[in-house]
């Protein structure tokens, strides 16, 4: 397709930045960071968002590659340099994000790219988000691969952890839009994922899925100790950020687990005190007050996601479940929604609806197995893939 036909920027690939776990070692020096990307649309330029958020040292990314994935040993590698106002290293502030130039860049969709990032110096980690899925790996190396075709075994692993690349925008056709899944753990493991591999399955070639999702997370508090601070912003803090997505028409938010799980009283832990338990109240009202306003000033769709079964949870008790159930029952009967996508019902057991249905349950009574993941994926609407 000519590229006249590429008019529109959209976000085909996405994660949110959150405070990565505070380890003996959080600097870095002389590291390369590698994230395959499968691009979703055909298009001519990228661009490339980076954040350091979370972090209180400025970041230097000393030089940054875009390349197409080989497949064969026939194939040759091609670099192309990601830069940053015409510089080949880009700096980013200490609790800011980086926007890069446009890079030239004809890719046909089904594609995967390979994002590289070498930091010479010594860096400051804090900047990251951990995601699992079987289409989310990326890989370190030490010393600078960024540029070459394979990273030597002996030297690299795979990781998880998603350092300072946010988001991978595309100029592509007017068409294609992105959906914005937002949410805790449960959306930073594998569902959206799985909903990648089912809109390309099922032919929905209009619609990238971008994650924004941080383990642990809470609608109305966060954590200022290093033990949680992982756990991430709060969503007042969050929400705004994140939905800054290009082309992004709709957003499912599944929110609210953590408000209710975590407290357990000083007595047991000092950084995690009842005073801190919420009501259904207190969590609609977040909603309403925190994200709708944002979702809507830029004219979002907006779904609601249902709170998973907790029984068997370590925290839980009854009037933790009362609270998810009133919760629930207000994010499915809501008129502030454009509907509700119904995880709750979809993963329970239907004879005992406080615990996962049999094969759905992980094993921690909290989150979700690779088969419920798969199930989550297969109840998202039609209409917001289309």
Not at 151 to 161: C, G, I, V
Not at 219 to 226: A, F
Request: aromatic letters at 12%; one cysteine or more; glycine letters at 6%.
């Amino acid at each position: 397709m000519s590229a006249e036909n590429y008019t529109k920027w959209v976000a085909c690939w996405g994660n949110a930045t959150s405070i990565t776990d505070r380890k003996e070692a959080t600097y870095a020096k002389d590291l390369t960071l590698r994230y395959p990307i499968e691009i979703c649309f055909s298009g001519s330029k990228l661009r490339f968002h980076f954040s350091n958020l979370t972090g209180t040292d400025t970041v230097k990314i000393s030089n940054a590659f875009v390349a197409k994935k080989i497949q064969s040993a026939s194939e040759s590698y091609t670099p192309v340099a990601i830069t940053f106002s015409g510089k080949t290293f880009g700096e980013i502030p200490a609790g800011k994000e980086l926007l890069s130039d446009e890079i030239p860049f004809d890719i046909s969709a089904g594609e995967t790219v390979e994002v590289s990032l070498y930091f010479k110096d010594f860096t400051q980690m804090n900047s990251g988000t951990l995601i699992t899925g079987p289409l989310s790996k990326g890989a370190f190396c030490y010393g600078n691969y960024a540029e070459s075709g394979k990273l030597p075994r002996d030297l690299s692993r795979s990781t998880n952890w998603f350092y300072f690349l946010n988001t991978v925008d595309i100029l592509t056709e007017e068409k294609n839009f992105a959906l914005v899944c937002f949410g805790d753990s449960i959306t930073a493991q594998d569902w959206p994922d799985y909903l990648k591999m089912r809109v390309k399955r099922e032919g929905f070639s209009n619609v990238s899925i971008i994650r924004r999702a941080v383990s642990g997370t809470r609608i109305l508090r966060e954590y200022s100790c290093i033990t949680y601070a992982a756990y991430g912003l709060k969503g007042e803090t969050r929400f705004p950020i994140e939905i800054e997505t290009a082309g992004a028409t709709a957003v499912i938010i599944q929110h609210g687990i953590n408000d209710i799980i975590h407290p357990v009283g000083v007595e047991v832990n000092p950084f995690r005190p009842m005073s801190d338990m919420p009501t259904a109240h207190d969590l609609s009202n977040g909603i309403e007050k925190f994200y709708l306003p944002y979702a809507r000033a830029k004219n979002l769709k907006v779904y609601s996601g249902t709170l998973l079964p907790i029984d068997g949870w370590r925290t839980y008790n009854a009037d933790k479940d009362a609270v998810r159930n009133e919760f629930n029952e207000w994010l499915r009967s809501s008129d502030k929604f454009d509907g509700c996508v119904d995880f709750d019902k979809a993963l329970r057991d239907p004879e005992n609806p406080k615990r996962f249905a049999e094969g759905m349950d992980s094993g921690d009574h909290l989150h979700p197995s690779a088969k419920a993941y798969a199930a989550m994926a297969e109840i998202i609407p039609e209409d917001l893939l289309k």
